[in-house]
């Protein structure tokens, strides 16, 4: 009888400690697999920020909520900015305040006005202009893939995969319901027409959808808006910044000191950003690892138990004829069968819990339509399993080439 025969005959035989071994090596392999996932997950939590220059302002909130707004269409309902600002910002107007002071800004490349003033389902669409696509640095500016710029009011553009997921192409046409403040105008919508789509950016302008802000202005000049903006339909919620080197500190004394508006330094707030993401990261690795340790000792424990108690069964075999390397290969292909077949269900258990957990943690992670979970991502923890349960039986297998045939029978 060949060692794969004697392998899954002796697995079969005792079905009961057979599948509580299958079970346990499962539930291991499921729980590994998920919190690796996760872990990807997490690291891939921000990597999709738009490129957005050199600084952006926002309504005074904080720096990482004003970053991940503006670069990662995000949370509630940013505050408003007066659009005065913005404009003597791009034409570097002087500007006056109520207590004689007068500021002249200085050091900047360009402004990009950000608005979100309306959704379509989930997706927020954004009045913007031109200067989105031609920024002062090439390499940051989104490429359309087909079509045109939005030019005249109620036409879109709209970003790659929000493209490729709703089959959207030049000439379509969709309803937006308006958005402004913390809820959305259910009575007021907005009919826009695809005139163009973004290449992939492989950032969240990819799931954005962007108009011209004469749209925005239009959708927005019949609606009551003293209740959300003291300044009336003339407002943005983000300006994006293009700065000359050293010209930060000279904008955040002009927008901090003097105005409603908050400047933060992007690359300054992304490192604060990776460092508060990184110490998590860090941790979920740590832990994945040491989940993987202790199910591969536990693994390992169990089965040299298992195989212990064969030790009267395997010097019967030998005394009946049987050669150590058939003993050996019996015992390899047993350790390599349970390790496949816990892992078989493992990754069950794994597709099918992983969608549930990824929805309890919510807005803690990117949403699958921004970044995919594929269940092969599980693979080192499969390929750890069957490792370690082949490797456990080479105890018994060292016992085995060293056995007194003649000792165990007597005793």
Known sequence: MKSFQLAYLNLTRRPVPSCLAIAAIAISVACAGMLLRLNNLAESRFSTLGKGGDAIIGAKSGGTDILLGALHAEGEYPGYLPLKLFESLRQEQTVRFEDGAQIKPSAIKSVIPFLYFAKWGDVRVVATDESFVNRPRA??????????????????????????????????????????????????????????????????????????????????????????????????????????????????????????????????????????????????????????????LSMAAMLITRFEAMSLQLAVLRAMGYRKSSIGGWLLWEGFLLGVA????????????????????????????????SIFESAPVWITAIVATTASVFVPLYRVYHQDVHFSLRN
Do not use: C
Not at 169 to 176: A, E, L, S, T
Not at 212 to 217: F, I, M, V
Not at 345 to 373: E, H, K, N, Q, Y
């Open 139 to 296: 390499e940051d500016s989104p490429r359309l893939k087909e079509g045109r710029w939005a030019t005249g009011i109620n036409e879109a553009i709209v970003g790659y995969s929000l493209a490729q997921k709703h089959g959207l192409k030049v000439g379509d046409q969709f309803d937006g319901k308006l958005w402004l403040g913390p809820k959305v105008f259910a009575s007021s919508s907005v009919k826009l027409k695809v005139v163009g789509v973004f290449d992939s950016t492989h950032s969240t302008w990819d799931r954005l959808v962007f108009t011209d802000l004469s749209t925005a202005q239009n959708a927005m000049k019949n609606l009551n808006m003293t209740e959300a903006s003291i300044w009336g339909p003339g407002v943005l919620n983000y300006f994006l910044v293009y700065l000359n080197p050293q010209g930060f500190d000279s904008l955040a004394n002009l927008v901090n000191n003097r105005t409603v508006g908050q400047a933060v330094d992007v690359p300054v707030e992304i490192k604060k950003l990776n460092e508060l993401v990184g110490a998590g990261q860090e941790l979920g690795i740590f832990v994945t690892i040491l989940i993987l340790v202790l199910g591969g």
């Open 342 to 373: 816990a892992v078989f269900f493992g990754l069950v258990m794994d597709a099918a819990g992983f969608p549930a957990l990824r929805m309890m943690l919510g807005t803690s992670l990117p949403g699958p339509d921004i970044v995919a979970s």
